[in-house]
């Protein structure tokens, strides 16, 4: 099955869009995070470019309550 992009449910602080990324490049989402704040102080496109992921990337499904 190929891997699909997904925010975060489970370690989401804002929006779950750094955790995504982390979890598909299997990478810890401190890292990503960081590099996310840094291009928003750098760049002010890449906070347009987080909002834009924000609405575009579908949550990752949830795993079905046990009962």
Do not use: H, N
């Amino acid at each position: 099955m190929a891997k699909k992009l997904y925010r975060s449910v489970d370690d989401s602080k804002i929006a779950g869009v750094c955790a995504g990324i982390a979890e598909y490049f299997d990478i810890d989402p401190t890292i990503v995070r960081l590099l996310a704040v840094f291009l928003l102080f750098a760049w002010l496109s890449s906070a347009i470019a987080y909002v834009i992921a924000w609405i575009i990337v579908p949550r990752a499904p949830q795993a079905e309550a046990a009962t």
